[in-house]
């Protein structure tokens, strides 16, 4: 079992910047993939993003693709998600997720059934 926990939402105006972080419990985090997706109230959820346990491999949708970053330190088993120049339409609740990983550069298909565990989700409210 893993145990994720994420923080670092708020509001913010366009333009702006928050880095959310995952935080994890439980078994070898180093020898997970983690994804971050997000959603919005009557609308599937959607992937954010995804890294390697290695961090040597990374994927981003392309809605956020050069604005987001992911990384993650393995020392402190925490995952984060960089978010600059955000938009009202990255208005959602973030959610991270974590797959155990077959490889050390290897990432899940962006699909939320691809993961296992998942946090409890925080808040991001862009304003225009």
């Known amino acids: 079992q893993v145990q994720l926990v994420e923080s670092g939402g708020g509001s913010v105006q366009a333009g702006g910047s928050l880095r959310l972080s995952c935080a994890a419990s439980?078994?070898?985090?180093?020898?997970?993939?983690v994804g971050w997706f997000r959603q919005t109230p009557g609308k599937e959820r959607e992937f954010v993003a995804a890294i390697s346990w290695s961090g040597g491999s990374t994927l981003y949708a392309d809605s956020v693709k050069g604005r987001f970053t992911i990384s993650r330190d393995n020392a402190k088993n925490t995952v984060y998600l960089q978010m600059n120049s955000l938009k009202p339409e990255d208005t959602a609740g973030y959610y991270c997720?974590?797959?155990?990983?077959?490889?050390?550069?290897?990432?899940?298909?962006?699909?939320?059934?691809?993961?296992?565990?998942w946090g409890q989700g925080t808040q991001v409210t862009v304003s225009s």
């Open positions: 439980g078994r070898t985090f180093s020898r997970y993939a």
């Open positions: 997720a974590a797959a155990p990983s077959r490889s050390n550069t290897w990432l899940p298909r962006p699909r939320e059934w691809e993961y296992d565990y």
